[in-house]
């Protein structure tokens, strides 16, 4: 069985000067500006395809982390993963760095580092994005 989501963005004008707004269709959970100056230049209101790659690595290498640990008997209390995603205009998409802190109960620290790249390399999303350069920054227990 395969699970498909949509997402749509209607953009009016040209590209420079161009803007949209992009939908998360299949959940209808929120609507997105997106404009090439964001993307190029850097913006704290509106969002950029980066980000939203961003938002589905972290949410991806959540779910693969707990399962990697849960499937190992050791299922995390909490995992806090923040993934950057960077793009170089005219060049494009070019790595994504991802950072974790979590509360594992009764794992080593050297059993959660060996999950924690099992995680990174077994996610779909990074599996998605294996084009680019995946760093796993940092994995932290409490």
């Given at each position: 069985?395969s699970?498909n989501s949509?997402?749509?963005?209607?953009?009016?004008?040209?590209?420079?000067?161009?803007?949209?707004?992009?939908?998360?269709a299949?959940?209808?959970?929120?609507?997105?500006?997106v404009n090439?100056?964001?993307?190029s230049a850097?913006?704290?209101s509106?969002t950029?395809?980066e980000?939203l790659?961003a938002a589905?690595?972290a949410?991806?290498?959540s779910?693969a982390?707990a399962?990697?640990?849960?499937e190992a008997?050791?299922p995390?209390i909490?995992l806090?993963?923040d993934?950057?995603?960077?793009?170089?205009?005219g060049?494009?998409?070019?790595?994504s760095?991802?950072?974790?802190?979590a509360?594992?109960?009764?794992?080593s620290k050297d059993?959660?580092?060996?999950?924690?790249v099992?995680?990174?390399?077994?996610?779909?999303v990074?599996?998605?994005?294996?084009?680019?350069?995946?760093?796993l920054e940092s994995?932290?227990?409490?």
């Open positions: 069985m699970i949509n997402a749509r963005t209607n953009w009016r004008g040209d590209f420079a000067s161009g803007a949209g707004r992009t939908l998360l299949t959940s209808g959970t929120t609507e997105l500006d090439w100056l964001a993307r850097g913006s704290h509106t950029t395809p980000e790659l589905a690595h949410s991806c290498y779910m982390l399962n990697v640990l849960s008997g050791s995390p909490q806090n993963v993934a950057t995603v960077t793009f170089v205009p060049t494009g998409v070019t790595r760095e991802l950072r974790v802190h509360s594992v109960p009764g794992i059993d959660f580092q060996l999950a924690a099992d995680a990174k390399t077994n996610c779909p990074s599996q998605a994005l294996s084009g680019i350069e995946i760093i994995a932290t227990l409490d």
